[in-house]
């Protein structure tokens, strides 16, 4: 499939070590945030969200941070696997906005087995 | 159940040529997002219709509009192509207008090459 991002910033772990992804978001009136994972030639896939009253969100195998006071948002994946290779964004939303987006620029993650 | 559908998956267009691309919604989503990408960049948004009404429109020109039928499936047409255009564009259907952003589901897009 079609590479998603050619240029972006990558992370290479290793198979069974966890991951750390970071993004920092500008906008002081976004208040709910989301993190994306994109397969070549796929469109974005929900993993896991978090608004902005909340400064942790646990999922399967994930968990999001949130620091509003630096404006930092962060991705762990626990036991990563070669699935989990693919570009990753983070997604910003502000009240009021419906449903508009604002996306980060992308990490690409690569595990190697 | 069928997830976003969008046609064609890819085309070729030439400089000032026009092209439309086509969303069918998730069945029951009344929301329609239109997104460009550019490869090694994330999504930008386009548009956000709902309800066959135009909610909220991102920061491009005046030759990108689009349009939701009444069966919620939507159109986003581009005129007078330039290269820069040549990306992904992608579709997300909602049930929502806003709120609940983790219901908002992406179709595979279409990929747009300007020549």
């Known amino acids: 499939g079609e590479s998603v991002g050619l240029h972006l910033p990558t992370l290479s772990v290793q198979e069974g070590d966890n991951s750390i992804i970071n993004c920092a978001y500008s906008n002081s009136a976004s208040d709910y945030f989301i993190w994306y994972k994109q397969e070549s030639g796929k469109g974005p896939q929900f993993i896991i969200d978090?608004?902005?009253?909340?400064d942790k969100r646990q999922g399967q195998r994930v968990t999001v941070l949130l620091n509003k006071t630096v404006k930092h948002l962060s991705l762990q994946i626990a036991a990563t696997q070669p699935g989990d290779s693919a570009v990753y964004f983070c997604a910003e939303n502000e009240k009021g906005a419906g449903n508009m987006l604002t996306f980060g620029g992308g990490t690409r993650l690569m595990v190697k087995p | 159940d069928a997830g976003v559908t969008q046609s064609p998956t890819h085309l070729i267009k030439t400089r000032g040529q026009q092209v439309t691309l086509r969303c069918s919604p998730i069945?029951?989503?009344?929301?329609v997002s239109w997104y460009q990408q550019v490869l090694g960049q994330g999504p930008q948004f386009i548009f956000q219709y709902y309800e066959k009404e135009e909610r909220g429109r991102g920061n491009f020109p005046d030759r990108f509009s689009a349009r939701q039928f009444p069966n919620y499936s939507s159109e986003l047409n581009v005129n007078a192509l330039l290269l820069g255009d040549s990306a992904l564009y992608l579709c997300?259907?909602?049930?929502?207008?806003?709120?609940?952003?983790?219901?908002?589901?992406f179709g595979e897009g279409s990929r747009l090459t300007v020549l």
């Open positions: 978090i608004r902005s009253n909340m």
């Open positions: 069945s029951g989503h009344k929301s």
């Open positions: 997300a259907s909602s049930p929502f207008l806003a709120g609940g952003v983790g219901e908002l589901f």
